[in-house]
């Protein structure tokens, strides 16, 4: 029997042998010997490539203004592993997690012994977070981010209020799909029958294979751009802008999360928060979303965790994200010398990440860190220009210690260091402690 916190921890980790195994049988078999807890619950459920964590952080923090208790599963971590099921935005003990464990551990054993096979790392941390969700009667409602994918994702055995999928771009491709459309699909999964479905997609590829799900599900479907829209965007101190839906319009919202993704992300909270306000589900005011909005903060996001020096996290780990840093960088740290340390997982799409990267660094540092997927220095460097302003570093610590000493010792400068969310976590806790 699992004693302690970090027996618990070395037994769920132990669990990252058995892989991905997409599909729900096992959690469907789970779900029933636990007396289906993902039927007891409100749930929010948020697909996408990215701005997942977000979306989720900005539903949660309006609805807790409004004064409900929120519950939200997320991944992966930054600080610790226990914030992937927290309350509220506070991670729940070591305790609880210990508790749960001896729940679900000896189903997983169970289960280990069936033609189903044993559950994966995910699915155990799935089953962890719906049980404790369900069981937990003061909860008011559950955000649950989409692990990989949707269709087969361990998350999608659950009926949601409110379905969102945030964006599509070329990440997992091994499972799910070389084409926009293929991907959608995976996506476009999530959505079940007479559940709304809320979307920021641009790809008219993409629209069209989850607006055709949609149909099939009798689904309302709702279209940033085509249904809802941002107006009068404007960055800032953050950004500003207004969201006008079909019969409201928020104005003068404004997030200190930065970058037009996080605001194409905070309007698909605010219509999700919206649409549940107008179905009667929750009673909430327009001050209280306002406010909820300004406080989000999301941690490894353009994070700021220097002034001066100007130090910068973000983890853009596919290249829909870099994009999307770039794009940041372009309209908040104008005139400044970019600095950039990354290191990312070698399945990813190197090429085209660093190539965007190559565009407004002044210099870029290749460095590695302690993970499987690791892309060695080597690998980012193959693919990459190999020109003069490019260099790599294997210790990881010593080129975020030479970044900051860099732009400490030179005017107008900014360090950013990015790419995968596992390497952002490892640095954060560096750089903090």
Known sequence: MIQTYDEALSWIHGRLRLGMKPGLSRMEWMMERLGHPQEKI???????TNGKGSTVSYIRNMLQEAGYKI????SPYIETFNERISVNGQPISDDEIVSLLQVIKPLAEELEETELGGPTEFE???????????EASNIDFVIMEVGLGGRLDST??????ISIITSIGFDHMNILGDTIEEIAGEKAGIIKQHVPVITAIEQPEAIE????????KNSPFYQLGHDFFILGHQSNDGESFTVKTQNKTFQNLHISMKGAHQVRNASLAVLAVHMLQDSGVVQIEDRQLVAGLEKTKWIGR??????NPLVILDGAHNPEGVNSLVDTVEAHLKGKDIHIIFSAL?????????????RIAKSLTFTSFDYPRAATTGELFENSSAGESINTVDNWREAVEAGVERVSSVENAALIITGSLYFISEVRGYLLN
Not at 42 to 48: D, E, L, P, Q
Not at 71 to 74: A, V
Not at 124 to 134: C, E, K, N, R
Not at 209 to 216: L, S
């Open 209 to 216: 294979v989850i607006n055709i799900k949609a149909k099939e």
């Open 71 to 74: 519950g939200t599963f997320t």
């Open 124 to 134: 155990v941390i799935t089953a962890m977070a719906l049980y404790y969700f369900g």
């Open 42 to 48: 409100k749930a929010i459920h948020v697909a996408g």
């Open 302 to 307: 353009f994070e700021e965790i220097s002034k």
């Open 156 to 161: 999608n055995v659950i009926h949601p209020l």
């Open 346 to 358: 070698s399945d990813k799409k190197l090429d085209t990440m660093i190539r965007q990267l190559e």
